[in-house]
């Protein structure tokens, strides 16, 4: 009987701390992809007890804390068993001491993603040629027509999403975005883009996070698009309008690719610069009317695809135009073309070439429709660019307006006559000696970035036959390109293979801060080029640039390889830090050539304020007389 009686004492005391032993585990729905699961237990008396896991048919998995001597533990776990993560599913969280249970807790792992099943776009309308379940045309003119785009998916378990629309450069710049939080089931959601939106496509990226923070997005953050799940990729239409080469001679025939969904076209034939008007818009131009009349197009048949029609060159004076198409809705479309001269030097003595190159390696199209501009400027894979590609911001080359617009103003509203040529036209000009019989000065108004080496052949040996070279931005001759048909391939830079720029231009490329700092450019030596300042008013230790706010962006520099005598005529010193300096420069040689630099991306675009039209009109003076 005694012996009774204490066995039976002896199970009071195992069965107490049953009674008194707490647990808890958080989060309940654990993620071991994004937390630590929080186990806490405490007892009343020291025991030896650990933590397992155990399935739904209480099957131990493993020991979240091995037993030990203890009152309360403590732990973070990272949902392993010996490196291994435990599937997805319902658990049950035991405390245990020996044989028994001291307490209980559920838990849910999930580390899945919530997929949006079935993922699509649609514009409500026709598609059109290209589309497929991730990329959808839309216009959106308000005529209700492919005016918006639906994203339509199906989640199996509840969840936030978030659509951020975005313009991809290297990477998403977001320009809006909607979440919600849904249910399991099919869901759309919607962007209705502005009217005013330029044409170009957009990425829609979509993130998916479910209750357990699993998380999923759609939509890659850079170019490599094939690296995670696609997202949404929306190409905003108007007149997207291109020719199938940059230039053309008098009389020759071409043809212009455009992709539109109005009804009816209207277009006329402009010629840009001698118009008397400023643009500040970088999807504007504004020309002066070649007197052609307009033509009108029935455009029903081809509101789905694309289509080419022929065009002949008119019989104008060399120079940039532009075929400007516009609808009943207002749209308006822009395709540019350079009219080179029939016959080099029959007009004028002074070549500009318009650096179509540098625009279209600057064009962020996106023929392929990836979300991302077939360009190198979207960063790797891309390594090639198309010249004969529709320019985004409906048709206008990039930046045309901030740095190449002013030039083509003073020089029209100047009267100084001129022939142009594009980077292309380069091909037909068989080598510095034919350029040298036409010319006296080859003058590179804009960001000449990109040069072929036929190219760089032909102006090196212009200039060394005395041709005169005038440079009115920075960063010129940099990059070598390989050209096969309309296709650009990038090589390297033209200073890695043993043809520095200086040696050409006298400066060459030092810094870059995207127009973070801009500076005011002080006369150094003016004795050294009286000529440049001549009815300016400048002097040394005077400054210039006040009136467009200063300088920069990209800026050159001399150095070692410089021409020899080569003169700094102006500089903004220490600009983008100490030694980086802007420098202004002119040079000489004993064949007779006469070389300018402007030495900052955006000088050009100064060229009709006062004192640097004088300037010009100073450079023009002495560089376009042999």
């Known amino acids: 009987m005694r012996r009774l009686l204490f066995a039976a004492a002896a199970g009071l005391v195992v069965a107490a701390p049953a009674h008194a032993a707490t647990l808890s585990v958080a989060p309940g729905l654990f993620s071991p992809a994004h937390a630590r699961l929080q186990v806490a237990a405490q007892l009343t008396v020291p025991r030896q007890v650990g933590v397992s896991l155990v399935n739904r ?93 639906d994203v339509t998916f199906r989640l199996k378990e509840a969840a936030t999403v978030t659509m951020d629309v975005t313009r991809t450069v290297k990477v998403p710049h977001v320009l809006t975005t909607v979440t919600e939080k849904l249910g399991p089931g099919v869901h759309t959601m919607t962007w209705t883009p502005a009217a005013t939106t330029n044409p170009r496509t957009f990425l829609i990226r979509l993130t998916a996070t479910d209750r357990a923070a699993n998380q999923i997005v759609y939509g890659a953050p850079n170019a490599f698009v094939g690296r995670v799940p696609k997202g949404v990729v929306v190409r905003i239409q108007g007149i997207d309008a291109a020719f199938n080469q940059p230039s053309y001679a008098p009389g020759q025939s071409a043809r212009i690719t455009i992709s539109t969904d109005e009804p009816e076209l209207t277009y006329r034939v402009l010629h840009a610069g001698p118009e008397q008007v400023v643009t500040y818009a970088d999807n504007q131009l504004a020309g002066v009317d070649t007197g052609a009349a307009p033509v009108t197009l029935d455009w029903k048949a081809w509101q789905s695809t694309p289509h080419t029609i022929p065009f002949v ?205 801009q500076g005011l450019f002080t006369v150094t030596q003016a004795a050294l080029a009286p000529w440049l300042w001549d009815g300016t008013g400048l002097a040394d230790g005077s400054t210039f640039g006040q009136f467009v706010g200063g300088y920069g962006i990209e800026i050159d520099s001399t150095t070692p390889l410089s021409p020899p005598g080569t003169q700094v005529l102006a500089q903004i010193p220490d600009l983008f830090g100490p030694g980086i300096t802007a420098q202004m420069a002119y040079y000489e040689t004993v064949a007779g050539a006469k070389v300018f630099a402007a030495g900052s991306l955006d000088f050009g675009g100064s060229a009709t304020f006062w004192p640097v039209k004088r300037m010009l009109d100073n450079l023009w003076v002495r560089l376009s007389q042999p």
């Open 313 to 517: 060159i008119p019989n104008v004076p060399s120079g940039l135009y532009y075929v400007q198409f516009g609808g009943a809705d207002g749209r308006v479309g822009y395709a540019p073309f350079v009219v080179r001269p029939a016959t080099l030097g029959t007009t004028s003595r002074v070549l500009v070439v318009l650096p179509t190159n540098t625009w279209q390696a600057y064009n962020f199209q996106d023929v392929d429709g990836n979300g991302y501009g077939d360009t190198w400027y979207a960063g790797p894979p891309n390594s090639t660019v198309k010249l004969s590609r529709t320019y985004i911001a409906r048709g206008v080359p990039p930046r045309f307006y901030r740095y190449d617009l002013p030039f083509l103003h003073w020089l029209y509203w100047s009267g100084k006559n001129a022939e142009f040529i594009s980077d292309s036209d380069f091909d037909l000009i068989a080598s510095g000696d034919d350029l040298a019989r036409a010319y006296d000065l080859v003058l590179f108004e804009g960001h000449e970035e990109y040069v072929t080496s036929h190219e760089y052949d032909v102006v090196q040996r212009f200039r060394d036959l005395g041709g005169n070279l005038m440079f009115l931005s920075a960063n010129n001759f940099f990059w070598k390109v390989d050209k096969k048909g309309q296709t650009l391939r990038k090589i390297g830079m033209w200073r890695d293979v043993g043809r520095p720029e200086a040696g050409l231009i006298g400066v060459q490329y030092r810094a870059n801060d995207d127009g973070q700092h």
């Open 57 to 149: 048919r209480g099957h131990r998995l493993g020991w979240i804390v091995p037993p030990s001597r203890r009152t309360t533990l403590a732990v973070g776990w990272n949902g392993r068993f010996h490196g291994r993560r435990v599937a997805d599913g319902r658990y049950e969280v035991r405390l245990v001491y020996r044989s028994h249970v001291l307490a209980t807790a559920p838990l849910r792992v999930d580390g899945t993603p919530p997929d949006l099943v079935g993922l699509r776009a649609d514009n409500g309308s026709t598609a059109f040629t290209g589309d497929g379940p991730l990329l959808t045309t839309v216009s959106p003119n308000g005529d209700g027509f492919r005016d918006k785009v």
